[in-house]
T-cell receptor, first 112, second 110 residues
Framework: DQQVKQNSPSLSVQEGRISILNCDYT??????FLWYKKYPAEGPTFLIS?????DKNEDGRFTVFLNKSAKHLSLHIVPSQPGDSAVYFC???????????FGKGTRLHILP | DVKVTQSSRYLVKRTGEKVFLECVQD?????MFWYRQDPGLGLRLIYF???????EKGDIPEGYSVSREKKERFSLILESASTNQTSMYLC?????????FGSGTRLTVV
């Protein structure tokens, strides 16, 4: 049973517009959430994270929102740029866990 | 910055061969992980290790084994490679909240 779900396998967004990537989770014990970005033939790289005690974290063009009651988080990229075309993985961790649970990823295409 | 080095970027192996994928980290982290990434399936955990000589099965350990003789090195072994093990293999390490990944090894089994 998937504990971290990314229901959109792919997303296309016009350059300059806002990209919104969504993620749902089922385990209320998760206390830390992360987003990773992955280009083809490279390992994933950390993008942004949020603790469960917050509802928003911002880093430049990237903002992550957390809605604990809905068990939902989203990554906003604004404005979207061509270099943002990649696969984005949502991930979550529970206290005392040393491993992270990943979603299946969303492929983001930024259109010129 | 933590560096995680995977010895090969691309490998082509024959069915039935024994394959070793090596991963080395330079930050003295205790926890190391092996994942494989396949389109539509995301990142799936194969094995992980909390310390030297310790190993734990992940979600898809069948057909794989691991070795952790030194803290900095975590090896993934395909005992007898099969075509369904063609994949992107990713090593990762963590000291706490997030993972640092290696660049990955694209393995093709023919």
């Amino acid at each position: 049973d998937q504990q971290v779900k990314q229901n959109s396998p792919s997303l296309s967004v016009q350059e300059g517009r806002i990209s919104i990537l969504n993620c749902d989770y089922t385990n209320s014990m998760f206390d830390y959430f992360l987003w990773y970005k992955k280009y083809p033939a490279e390992g994933p790289t950390f993008l942004i994270s949020i603790s469960s005690i917050k509802d928003k974290n911002e880093d430049g063009r990237f903002t992550v929102f957390l809605n604990k009651s809905a068990k939902h988080l989203s990554l906003h990229i604004v404005p979207s740029q061509p270099g943002d075309s990649a696969v984005y993985f949502c991930a979550a961790r529970a206290p005392a866990w040393d491993k992270i649970i990943f979603g299946k990823g969303t492929r983001l295409h930024i259109l010129p | 910055d933590v560096k995680v080095t995977q010895s090969s970027r691309y490998l082509v192996k024959r069915t039935g061969e024994k394959v070793f994928l090596e991963c080395v980290q330079d930050m003295d982290h205790e926890n190391m992980f092996w994942y494989r990434q396949d389109p539509g399936l995301g990142l799936r955990l194969i094995y992980f290790s909390y310390d030297v000589k310790m190993k734990e099965k992940g979600d898809i350990p069948e057909g794989y084994s691991v070795s952790r003789e030194k803290k900095e090195r975590f090896s993934l072994i395909l005992e007898s490679a099969s075509t369904n093990q063609t994949s992107m293999y990713l090593c990762a390490t963590t000291s706490g909240f997030g993972y640092t990944f290696g660049s990955g090894t694209r393995l093709t089994v023919v």
